[in-house]
């Protein structure tokens, strides 16, 4: 989804505090989506944002520049996860941003009534369609984790819209 489609552009929010909520299937372009917007930002934005204002599960399970994808601590890192994105919000961070799949509403329910708790705008940002066959493919082709195309239709079937 192209910045200039939402309505009004993140880009020209005047909102003093705004929680984005990413949702997509892997290799959707969510990370795509969000380098976009980050360098869309003034640079003391940007580097606030890459900074304190980036909160992925993925990020947990980074070992020396390699993705190693653990089942086992997968709860563990969504719980540290939101731990971030609360601190985040607490510290008062102009923009911050969940990249998280985010398929069905109780995945990030926590991160959106945090957010409006501590008085932020919330934007869901939905890249693609979940339940389109082609977008499956197609994600399934791009992702960096190495998701096979049936987990990502498992994870599809799990889609629910806003």
């Known amino acids: 989804m192209p910045l200039s489609a939402i309505s009004p552009p993140l880009a020209a929010t005047t909102a003093p505090r705004l929680a984005i909520i990413m ?15 980050i360098e869309s ?36 890192y969504h719980q540290r996860n939101l731990t971030q994105f609360i601190w985040a919000l607490a510290k008062q961070q ?17 991160y959106d009534a945090a957010a409006r708790a ?24 791009r992702n960096r984790h190495g998701v096979s195309l049936g987990d990502i239709q498992r994870m599809a079937r799990q889609f629910q819209a806003d």
């Open 41 to 76: 930002q003034p640079p003391h934005v940007a580097t606030a944002i890459r900074r304190n204002g980036l909160c992925s599960t993925d990020s947990f399970f980074m070992r020396d520049g390699v993705y190693r994808f653990e089942r086992s601590k997968l709860a563990e």
């Open 23 to 37: 949702r997509g299937l892997p290799g959707s372009g969510k990370s795509h989506w969000i380098e976009q917007f």
């Open 94 to 110: 102009a923009i911050v941003i969940c990249d998280n799949t985010n398929l069905a509403a109780w995945e990030y329910m926590a």
């Open 118 to 141: 501590l008085g932020y705008q919330v934007r869901c940002v939905l890249i693609g369609e979940p339940n389109d066959s082609a977008h499956q493919i197609l994600c399934a082709n």
